[in-house]
């Protein structure tokens, strides 16, 4: 009887809260899109965009103010349609922006040279990652990298730091998955050497046997490196995605990630999405990966299979994921940040700061203890289509 009742009250908060997925969706999009950015998606991803259409865009677009990730994107389009033509002002700062990155590359390239030699020569063949195997799969774009990424077997992977380090290679800090390399008086990572890819649950043994098993063993950029499949390139992509859109990091490189989506999933005929989902499963991250495609699905519809459109994955854990990151973000962090404006020391300093921390100050210990009892929670978050959220319009 009791677990009857249980399930009566999941579901019907559930029900309730139905729209909690599609309000987190809309208000990551639009934190990140501005109108001319929508018109930026359409342009890129029309099969045959028009001159009007570029025109119509270029009269508001701004590159100076737009900054070099969004930008690039605008250059790719200029890159993959040379029959465009771009006015005068745009054109030589487009080609600019590419030359700028693509000797950038260059750069970091001649590093991951430097310690894949070493690594090779000692038997160890690194598996790459990010932007770097983009990179390798689209030679003829220059990329916004910030390092190069690579992932070595585990039990290689002191071996691998030590190797690195006899180069003049150090590093500040090292990270349980992780060691950022730099080189000599550098303050930029150059070399980012992984030891496992970290998810929520931490290392995943069975995750890492699949990515390495399904990889292919190639020489890129003259090392002799672990090409990953496009099914585990694209899953990496949509977990960072997700990463990137609720930690608020790498805003502007999202864009561009959506090239990397488009290019993956059409690159080849046979693509595999029950891998993407295996792997999704294997990390538990399978409301993550479900997120970051609804987040793809609401900027480009087009660019999701029917079938993966008709078949998202694991849907009901979905809404109530999506009610705790509303709650986290819309009303402890909220919460958080007014009580940081009241510091303990200044409280009796006047009576409207006494009475506000008294006010918010128990109250936002009382919703820390709730974190983990989700009925309740759903019962405080009955307000997500009138007072607090709006689905059409800005949150923040």
């Not at 006015?87 to 000797?103: D, K, Q, V, W």
């Not at 585990?154 to 060691?179: M, N, Q, R, T």
């Not at 990889?215 to 995605?241: G, H, Q, R």
């Not at 499963?281 to 029917?306: C, H, W």
Request: with cysteine; glycine share 2%; hydrophobic share 40%.
């Amino acid at each position: 009887m009791f677990e009857y009742v249980k399930k009566f009250l999941f579901n019907y908060f559930l029900k309730a809260n139905e729209a909690s997925s599609e309000i987190l969706i809309n208000n990551f999009y639009n934190e990140i899109l501005s109108p001319e950015d929508e018109d930026l998606i359409k342009l890129a991803f029309s099969l045959k965009p028009s001159q009007c259409d570029l025109d119509n865009l270029l009269n508001k677009w701004d590159i100076e103010k737009k900054g070099s990730n969004k930008s690039l994107l605008l250059a790719y389009i200029m890159k993959k349609h040379p029959n465009l033509r771009f006015n005068s002002y745009c054109e030589p700062r487009l080609r600019g922006l590419l030359n700028y990155y693509r000797f950038h590359n260059l750069q970091l390239f001649s590093h991951f040279v430097k310690v894949g030699r070493i690594l090779n020569d000692n038997n160890i063949y690194p598996l790459i990652l990010k932007g770097i195997s983009m990179k390798y799969l689209r030679p003829e774009l220059p990329r916004i990298m910030g390092d190069v990424d690579i992932l070595v077997l585990k039990k290689d992977f002191f071996k691998s730091v030590e190797l690195i380090k006899s180069l003049g290679y150090w590093y500040i800090k090292a990270e349980p998955h992780s060691i950022d390399f730099h080189f000599q008086n550098s303050n930029e990572s150059v070399v980012d050497v992984h030891s496992f890819l970290p998810f929520d649950i931490g290392y995943c043994k069975k995750f890492h046997q699949e990515i390495f098993k399904r990889a292919k063993l190639t020489t890129a950029f003259n090392i002799k490196c672990y090409m990953p499949s496009c099914e585990d390139i694209l899953f990496i992509l949509l977990t960072n995605l997700y990463r990137n859109l609720k930690d608020k990091t790498s805003r502007a490189g999202i864009l561009l990630a959506l090239f990397d989506f488009n290019f993956l999933i059409n690159s080849k005929s046979d693509f595999n999405w029950d891998i993407v989902k295996k792997n999704a499963i294997l990390t538990k991250n399978q409301v993550q990966i479900n997120l970051a495609l609804r987040f793809i699905r609401k900027i480009s519809p087009y660019l999701i299979p029917e079938y993966i459109k008709n078949d998202m994955f694991f849907d009901k854990d979905v809404k109530l994921y999506s009610l705790n990151i509303l709650f986290e973000k819309y009303y402890l962090d909220e919460l958080r940040l007014q009580c940081s404006k009241i510091p303990l020391k200044t409280i009796f300093k006047s009576k409207n700061n006494f009475f506000n921390y008294l006010k918010l100050k128990p109250k936002f210990y009382l919703l820390k203890l709730l974190r983990n009892h989700p009925f309740l929670i759903m019962l405080i978050i009955q307000d997500l289509n009138t007072k607090k959220f709006n689905i059409q319009n800005k949150v923040l």
